[in-house]
């Protein structure tokens, strides 16, 4: 499918050229930009901390039902049949409170998804603004990102970070 969106994407380029003589095209790598621009790693700093807070929560459950595990196999032999249900009924429900943590936290809309959405939505919508003001200035026609287009080439002096990057920084 990526590879239909370049080929699709070349085209249009190729396209513009007949039709257009100022066309201009750049790029940016935003991975180069998250780690070059301070507040992309603030924000990366505070969904880490969250993260790091979560997975400690996460493995404190998974201790305490590893340590109700043992206790209920060491008891076992000695435990009448209702305690036993009792406590494999206790179990149980640990488990199913731990993955529903594991889901609400980690899941595909998970908090974490979010946490890191909240973070860096603002981050792109300056990011997009910035390119825009970058693109409207030099009289660029397209601007891609360099480290996601799938593009094995781009001439140099086509790149847009370090403007970005200090586009980004003049900007609060």
Sequence with gaps: MKKYGVICMVLVIALS????K????AYFDSEQVMQNWG?????????????????????EMEDSL???MEDYQRQELLLSADKKQEKQM???QKQLEYQEFLATI?????LATQRNAELTAPLYERINQSLSKI?????ISVVFDGASSGIAYIDPSLDLTEDLVEELKSVR
């Excluded at 050229?17 to 257009?20: E, K, Q, R, V, Y």
């Excluded at 992309?40 to 979560?54: I, M, S, T, Y």
């Design 17 to 20: 050229f007949t039709f257009a």
């Design 22 to 25: 100022d066309f201009k095209v």
């Design 39 to 59: 507040e992309w790693k603030d924000a990366q700093a505070k969904f880490d901390q969250n993260v790091l807070e979560w997975q400690e929560d996460a493995q």
């Design 66 to 68: 590893n340590q109700l």
């Design 90 to 92: 206790i179990i149980q």
């Design 106 to 110: 980690f899941g595909e809309s998970g």
């Design 135 to 139: 693109a409207e200035r030099e009289g």
